[in-house]
C-alpha cells in the first residue's frame, strides 16, 4: 500500500541575548544550578517580566530574512500548563498574535529546489530542566534556562521526506547563524527541532499527526523520523488508529516512545498576558533592523558562483557560516585564486578543523597565512603534492609558507635541465619497463612520473616532468 509522509517542524532558536527575555538575569550557558534565575524567573509574588526589546529585534531580522510579514501590533499571552520545571505554572508565549507572520525559505534536495512554507515565528521564554541523577532517586530542579528567550519557527506541513526535513533544519540551522540570533548550538540546547509526522493514502485529507520532542542533531531527526514512520504504516496497515500524542526520541535504543497526549491550543487556556502591554511595531523600527541584517546565505551564494566562477557545491560550502565566508574572501583579496582557495578551505583546512575540533575563527593558520601558501602554488614554488607538508608544519606553528618552504628546503625544481637528467636517470635504471610501454603498457606512464618524482623529494614540476616523459617516451 502506498503512503504519502507530511512534515512540519517546530524550531526552537535561542536567541543570542545576554540577559533573559523578560528579566536582566544571565543566559550564559553551564553555570551551577539556580545560579542564574531572579525572582522573575522564579516567579516570586509582586515581580513583574519586562520585555528585553534585542529579542524583538532578531524576531524581526529573522521575519526579514524569510521575506515574512511583520505584523505591526504582536501580543504576549499565557500558555497555562503545570509542569514541575515551570515555576509560574504557565509559560508566556504568543498565539494570536505573533511577531512574524507567513514566510518562506528554499530548500534544495536530490538537485531540486523546494519552497517550504513558515507558518510563524513567535517570542517566548524557556522552561527550566529537571535534573535526573545523583538525586538518590529524586528528582532536581534547575531554573537557570527558566526565562531564556525563544524564537519558536513553525513550519507549514510541506516536507514529503526525511531528506526534505533535515534540508529545511539546516537551512533554517544556517539562517539563525548566518544573522546572529543564535548560536546554534545543538549540544548545549540552543537549537532544538520538534517533528510533526503523519501518513496519508496520496490525495486523502491530513492523517492523525505524532509530534516528536526536542531533537538536538540533524542525524536524530533522520532515525526518529524512519522509526516513526515504520510505526505509522504498522499500526494502520494492522488496522489500529494513530493516537494524537507526543512522543521522545530515544536514541540509545533508536526508537520513539510516548510521553503524554497531545494538547490542543484550546487545552493550554490561552490568553493575553496582563502584565504585558501588547508589542507595537512601527516601519521605523523595521527599516532600522533591515539595516543591520548581513547579506544573506542564498544571495551569497549566487554572488560567490557569479563572481569566483565557482561551483554550486563549493559555493554552498563556504558560505555555510559567515566566519567561512569570510576566510575564503579575505584569502581571494590576498591574491589567491578563487578555485585554490575554495579547495583548501574545504579540503585540508577542513581536515584540519574537524580533527582538532576546532572553529575557522581559531584556525591557527589565518586566510591571509593560507593565502600566501597558495600562491606559492601559483608560482610554481611548490607543487600541490609539497604545499600539504608546508600546510601542516604552518598548522604546528612552524611559521609562513616562506619560511617554511625556505628551512624544509621544498622548493620546487623547475630547471628543465635538472628535471631532464632526473628522467633520463629513470629512463635509464627502467628499461624493461620502457620496453613494455612501448610495446603497449601505457599504464606504465604513472610509475614513470612516480619514480621521477621519488627521485626529485617530490620537488620536481609535475608539469615539466608529465612533458618530458611524453616526450622521450615517444
Known amino acids: 500500500m502506498s503512503w504519502e509522509t507530511v512534515i512540519g517542524l517546530e524550531i526552537h532558536a535561542q536567541l543570542a541575548t545576554q540577559s533573559k527575555i523578560f528579566s536582566g538575569a544571565s543566559t550564559a550557558y553551564g553555570a551551577e544550578p539556580n545560579t542564574q534565575a531572579c525572582g522573575v524567573d522564579l516567579a516570586l509574588p509582586g515581580v513583574l517580566p519586562v520585555l528585553n526589546k534585542k529579542t524583538v529585534e532578531m524576531a524581526i531580522a529573522f521575519g526579514l530574512a524569510v521575506g515574512a510579514e511583520l ?44 519552497r517550504i512554507g513558515i507558518t510563524r515565528a513567535h517570542l517566548e521564554e524557556d522552561a527550566g530542566k529537571s535534573l535526573h541523577e545523583d538525586f538518590h532517586g529524586m528528582t532536581g530542579i534547575d531554573l537557570n534556562r527558566s526565562g531564556t528567550p525563544l524564537l519558536e519557527i513553525v513550519s507549514e506541513p510541506d516536507m514529503r521526506s526525511a531528506d526534505e526535513a ?68 504498522d499500526v ?12 521522545l526520541y530515544d536514541a540509545d535504543r533508536d526508537e520513539t516512545r510516548s510521553m503524554r497526549a497531545k494538547e490542543e491550543a484550546n487545552d ?23 539595516q543591520t541584517l548581513p547579506e544573506l546565505p542564498a544571495q551569497m551564494r549566487a554572488r560567490f558562483i557569479e563572481q569566483y566562477a565557482l561551483s554550486d557545491y563549493d559555493a554552498n560550502q563556504l558560505t555555510a557560516s559567515r566566519a567561512t565566508a569570510a576566510y575564503f574572501e579575505g584569502m581571494v583579496k590576498q591574491g589567491a585564486d578563487s578555485k585554490l582557495s575554495a579547495n583548501w578551505i574545504t579540503g585540508d583546512l577542513s581536515k584540519a578543523l ?16 593560507l593565502s600566501d601558501l597558495v600562491k606559492r602554488i601559483m608560482d610554481n614554488t611548490i607543487s600541490g603534492k609539497i604545499a600539504k ?45 620502457v620496453e613494455a610501454y612501448k610495446n603497449g603498457q601505457e599504464k606504465l606512464f604513472g610509475f614513470f612520473v612516480g619514480q621521477v618524482m621519488k627521485l626529485s623529494k617530490g620537488q620536481a614540476n609535475p608539469a615539466q616532468v608529465n612533458e618530458l616523459l611524453k616526450s622521450k617516451l615517444s
Not at 520545571?85 to 494570536?96: H, L, N, R, V
Not at 581559531?362 to 597565512?369: L, N, R, Y
Not at 621544498?410 to 631532464?420: M, R, V
Not at 637528467?421 to 624493461?432: E, F, P, S, T, Y
Open 389 to 433: 607538508q608546508v600546510f601542516d608544519a604552518m598548522w604546528q606553528g612552524e611559521g609562513s609558507a616562506d619560511e617554511v618552504i625556505e628551512k624544509h628546503g621544498l622548493k620546487q625544481i623547475t630547471d628543465s635541465g635538472a628535471i631532464e637528467k632526473i628522467v633520463d636517470d629513470v629512463l635509464a635504471a627502467n628499461a624493461g619497463q
Open 236 to 247: 494502520l496497515e494492522s488496522g489500529g488508529k494513530i493516537v494524537q500524542e507526543t512522543r
Open 71 to 114: 505584523p505591526k501590533k504582536s501580543v504576549f499571552a499565557r500558555k497555562n500548563y503545570f509542569y514541575p520545571d515551570s515555576p509560574k505554572g504557565y509559560q508566556i508565549s504568543q498565539f494570536e498574535l505573533p511577531v512574524v507572520s507567513t514566510g518562506a525559505i528554499d530548500i534544495e534536495v536530490n538537485g531540486e529546489t523546494k
Open 268 to 290: 493550554y487556556r490561552y490568553f493575553p498576558d496582563p502584565d504585558l502591554l501588547p508589542v507595537m511595531i512601527t516601519q521605523e523600527d523595521i527599516d532600522a533592523v533591515r
Open 166 to 233: 533535515i534540508a529545511y533544519a539546516k537551512a533554517i540551522h544556517e539562517l539563525v547563524q548566518f544573522i546572529g540570533i543564535c548560536d546554534g548550538n545543538m549540544q548545549e540546547g540552543s537549537f532544538r527541532v520538534d517533528v510533526n509526522i503523519s501518513i496519508r493514502k496520496p490525495g486523502e485529507p491530513l492523517g492523525t499527526r505524532t509530534e516528536l520532542k526536542n531533537i538536538n542533531s540533524f542525524r536524530f531527526i533522520d532515525k526518529a523520523i524512519a522509526y516513526e514512520l515504520d510505526r505509522h504504516i
Open 354 to 369: 574537524n580533527r582538532d575540533g576546532l572553529s575557522i575563527a581559531d584556525s591557527p593558520v589565518k586566510a591571509e597565512a
